[in-house]
């Protein structure tokens, strides 16, 4: 991929809002994209636009792993011995043996935090079979707002603001109420790129079959694989 630099947005009636340095070349936003834009549900396997709750809660998993202090790989490790011995629905999850959890989260990688881990898990598959049916889309049809449905992910123990914006940057777009921060490493890229409001530099240039979702995932891994590390002039958006 050559050189990108996202631009200045157009005019909407208002102020020009200015995010870069040169005009947007959507060969390249699209080429980015391809690059890094997949989402992190998808690596997984998981397929979350139709919202169906089983998908859901295998993100909402996934989340929980992904928002622990572990590596990313151990995170994704754990997910793959949930998913081989079938303790990805709530009712498997939350009546699965408290010891071979123990084994799950020690074959991924999380000796020191199993026991915390199991509990986190089976805890969470037990509230959601209590209280929503073991179906996410009950919770955010309860939620009274954004902020009220964050407040109600955060209920769960061991979910925090972090890992409910894990989940929910996901399903931006999907679920109504679902508008979570960018992320710090997002946030990150951004700045190193010169945009200085990424979903209104999407809104102005959209590509299609993208959405901002996509964005918002490429600009992570640019963050997280080469800003923060200072190699952002060997990265496949060199600035």
Same mark, same amino acid.
């Given at each position: 991929m050559g050189r990108y630099e996202m631009g200045a947005l157009p005019r909407d009636g208002r102020d020009a809002q200015t995010v870069g340095r040169h005009d947007p070349d959507e060969s390249a936003l699209r080429a980015f994209l391809e690059r890094l834009g997949? #989402? =992190?549900s998808e690596d997984l396997g998981i397929r979350l636009a139709g919202l169906d709750p089983g998908e859901l =809660?295998?993100? =909402?998993?996934?989340?929980l792993l992904f928002g622990a202090r572990i590596r990313e790989?151990?995170?994704?490790? +754990?997910?793959?011995e949930l998913e081989k011995r079938g303790l990805l629905t709530p009712? /498997? #999850?939350r009546d699965a043996d408290f010891w071979e959890m123990i084994n799950v989260m020690a074959s991924g990688g999380y000796a020191r935090y199993d026991g915390i881990t199991t509990r986190k898990l089976k805890g969470a598959a037990?509230?959601? @079979?209590?209280?929503? /049916?073991g179906n996410l889309n009950r919770l955010h049809d309860s939620a009274a707002d954004s902020t009220d449905?964050?407040?109600? #992910?955060?209920?769960f123990w061991g979910v925090g603001e972090t890992t409910a914006s894990i989940f929910l940057r996901e399903v931006r777009g999907l679920w109504a109420k679902a508008d979570p921060p960018l992320g710090d490493l997002a946030c990150l890229a951004a700045r190193h790129l010169g945009l200085n409001d990424p979903l209104a530099y999407w809104r102005a240039n959209p590509v299609a079959g993208w &959405?901002?979702?996509?964005?918002? /995932?490429?600009? +992570?891994?640019?963050?997280? &694989?080469? @800003?923060?590390?200072?190699?952002?002039?060997? /990265?496949?958006?060199?600035?």
């Open positions: 997949h #989402l =992190f =809660f295998k993100w =909402f998993v996934a989340s790989s151990a995170a994704v490790r +754990t997910y793959r009712e /498997a #999850l037990a509230k959601l @079979c209590h209280e929503y /049916a449905l964050v407040a109600r #992910l955060c209920e &959405d901002f979702r996509h964005l918002e /995932a490429a600009l +992570t891994r640019l963050g997280r &694989d080469h @800003c923060r590390r200072g190699r952002c002039n060997k /990265a496949p958006a060199p600035h």
